[in-house]
């Protein structure tokens, strides 16, 4: 649209400039209708040959630009021209960014960049980038500062759009050869022009989106430590790229994020995924969920786990054909940090199988030992060091949870027995276990949990209480035919949520009650993912209760996260993932400080990956694959970690969203 210098208002002065470039200058302005504007005034100088062939070259490109503009119209997530003015001098009038450039937000800081909006922002690019690839338009200079900010609101419809197209045209079919871009940025084939006769093609954009994408993983520019800027180019060729190594989140936060990364900087052109699908890659909600991953040797057979909070650790029991082991990972960089076979060389009997394993009192950790007497041992979480042991005699430990005062223990043989903490630490546990009377029932008493002034136990098809400080017990009928399985308290103890053996059912009850406030089946959730799931499949395996929400591991392998009203008691399904191949066995809620954004984190064990848990038309697998970085494992700066065999156990942890975001996982 061609303007008149009535159809826009603007004062050219320092308080409204935007930005200043070799060409022109740019002011914040209003166009008709009240319109937000950044306005591009351009310079022209004549008074020579050479200056006047450089405005017309100059001149040329502006009409480039405004052509590609006028092409890419009305795509949301592509900066809108509005139009051009020849008068009183020439300018061409866009949209204005709220917030500027996206690299003034990353290289600044100024604010903090949210992660789960990292996905967003790359979602909306790679959806501008392959609407230009369909209109057959190469930008050929992607990168943060032609990337204009509109929000970092997770809710937004729009939080980025591409800009300066100055530098964009048209593919021709046989491809490119002239060269653009920017240092650190280009390609290595655009770089290789002047010395061949090879063209390129849009892969060129994807290499720079791959760049782009270090920057929001990196929070610095590429090759920002080489000395002198020729040298880019010439590692560019060899096929060198930005380090990552030293990035904790490149590992550890946005791990997919960074694979994906690695694939779009590919040395070879025809190796880099197209922007279509690069996009269908990023709107899967286990791409963006996934927060971090760990293979385990196919030897390990992860028994349970749990979350030491007052060292940020996850302990994970282990069988092993040369015994048991336990696994301790840093929750703070998701390392090993230990990992040590439990000694039984003292104990009286030597067949032992990893029963479970509990936090006790935040120091420390127990582990129950199965054999013909189970075995208690109880480490100093700090140390690693064996504290305490017991040997029950003809007893089997089926369950076992502990408060700030009370440890309670749940057997085989429906026995249930409380002892003071101080009693179970200081070796007087034995001479001072009190049986609850409800314990002469006889059902193995396969899980109990700690509410707020009661402690809940199964009986079979029902449960138990007892009021610990009123030493009063009463019982509640569950169902009608499944025995208990599982109980898991809500995150603020008022509720008890109840699964049952071999069964997709789940009770919501009432802590102060202990009366069934709403049940729900999800069978038909499973089935609409997975059509031909078997009766095994439809089973709960785990739960885990966070913030407003209950998630939920099954039998096929399904992570289902269902919000949990309680006003009204509705169960309400948010998300379905699919991470897992075969069952689900274990979900562990941990709280995290170490991203701002990020409050709460679950790690969830299962035994093989679904490899088509990203989609089935996405363009690489979910496996146990680490990236690499390749340049500074050839500078020996660090040794890629051992993550394990690729059919071992698998560890995965998820970030929990808040429950309005899930919606928006996906553009609409």
């Known amino acids: 649209m061609k303007f008149t210098p009535n159809d826009f208002q603007c004062e050219q002065n320092e308080k409204y400039k935007l930005g200043e470039g070799q060409f022109g200058k740019v002011y914040s302005g209003l166009c008709k209708n009240k319109i937000n504007s950044a306005i591009k005034f351009y310079k022209f100088k004549m008074n020579n040959k050479d200056e006047i062939s450089s405005s017309l070259n100059q001149f040329y490109k502006i009409r480039q630009e405004i052509v590609m503009l006028s092409k890419l119209r009305h795509h949301p997530y592509i900066i809108q021209f509005l139009g051009f003015s020849l008068k009183p001098e020439l300018c061409v009038v866009m949209e204005r960014a709220s917030h500027g450039a996206l690299s003034s937000v990353i290289y600044k800081k100024s604010e903090i960049i949210p992660r789960i909006v990292k996905f967003r922002i790359c979602q909306q690019l790679a959806s501008a980038v392959a609407f230009m690839h369909k209109k ?79 920057e929001l993983i990196a929070y610095r520019r590429p090759f920002h430590d080489v000395v002198e800027v020729y040298e880019i180019d010439h590692n560019v060729k060899k096929g060198f790229r930005p380090k990552f190594y030293d990035i904790l989140d490149a590992f550890y936060g946005l791990l997919h994020l960074t694979k994906l990364m690695v694939s779009m900087w590919h040395q070879e052109p025809s190796k880099r995924p197209p922007a279509k699908d690069i996009l269908n890659l990023l709107l899967s909600p286990t791409f963006q969920l996934v927060f971090g991953l760990k293979m385990l040797s196919s030897t390990h057979n992860p028994c349970d786990l749990c979350y030491v909070k007052k060292y940020n650790q996850i302990w994970i029991a282990c069988d092993d054909k040369e015994g048991q082991f336990v696994i301790v990972i840093d929750m703070e960089n998701f390392r090993f940090v230990r990992k040590f076979k439990i000694d039984t060389t003292e104990l009286s009997q030597q067949n032992f199988n990893m029963s479970s394993i509990t936090t006790i009192s935040d120091k420390y950790v127990c582990v129950v030992l199965r054999s013909f007497d189970d075995v208690i041992i109880i480490y100093k979480a700090k140390k690693y060091s064996v504290f305490r042991i017991y040997t029950m005699e003809d007893s089997h430990i089926l369950s076992i949870s502990a408060n700030r005062e009370w440890v ?36 193995p008493v396969t899980s109990l949990v700690f509410l707020l002034e009661t402690v809940v136990w199964s009986v079979g098809r029902s449960i138990a209480y007892c009021y610990l400080k009123k030493e009063e017990e009463g019982m509640k009928p569950c169902h009608m035919e499944k025995k208990v399985q599982e109980i898991v308290h809500s995150f603020d103890k008022k509720m008890f949520f109840i699964s049952f053996q071999n069964s997709p059912e789940i009770y919501l009850h009432s802590a102060e009650t202990k009366e069934i406030l709403h049940t729900f089946s999800c069978r038909n959730d499973i089935l609409s993912c997975s059509p031909g799931a078997l009766n095994v499949d439809l089973r709960v395996t785990c739960m885990c209760s966070v913030i407003n929400m209950l998630w939920v591991g099954t039998g096929s392998g399904h992570i289902l996260i269902y919000e949990v009203q309680k006003k009204v008691y509705k169960i309400i399904l948010l998300l379905t993932l699919h991470p897992y191949a075969k069952e689900l066995r274990k979900l562990v809620l941990i709280p995290t400080e170490r991203h701002g954004d990020v409050k709460y984190l679950i790690v969830s064990t299962g035994k093989e990956l679904n490899k088509n848990a990203f989609g089935m038309n996405t363009f690489f697998c979910f496996n146990g694959d680490i990236p690499k970085d390749e340049t500074a494992i050839n500078e020996k700066l660090y040794e890629p970690e051992n993550t394990g065999e690729s059919n071992g156990k698998v560890i995965l942890v998820w970030h929990v969203l808040p ?4 919606k928006n996982l996906v553009l609409i």
């Not at 429950?659 to 899930?662: F, G, L």
């Open 408 to 443: 309670c223990l749940g057997f085989l043989n429906g026995r249930c027995s409380k002892v003071t903490l101080k009693n179970f630490l200081n070796g007087n546990m034995l001479k001072n276990l009190y049986d609850f009377q409800i314990s002469a029932l006889c059902f």
């Open 136 to 214: 057959y338009i190469i930008h050929r200079d992607i990168k943060s500062d032609n990337v204009l900010l509109f929000s970092l609101n997770h809710n937004a419809k729009i939080n980025i759009k591409l800009t300066d197209f100055g530098t964009a045209n048209f593919m021709s079919p046989s491809g490119m050869k002239t060269f653009f871009g920017t240092k650190g940025y280009t390609a290595p084939e655009m770089i290789l022009y002047q010395s061949s006769l090879d063209e390129y093609n849009s892969s060129v954009d994807i290499y720079s989106f791959g760049i782009f994408l270090y």
């Open 659 to 662: 429950t309005h975001q899930y």
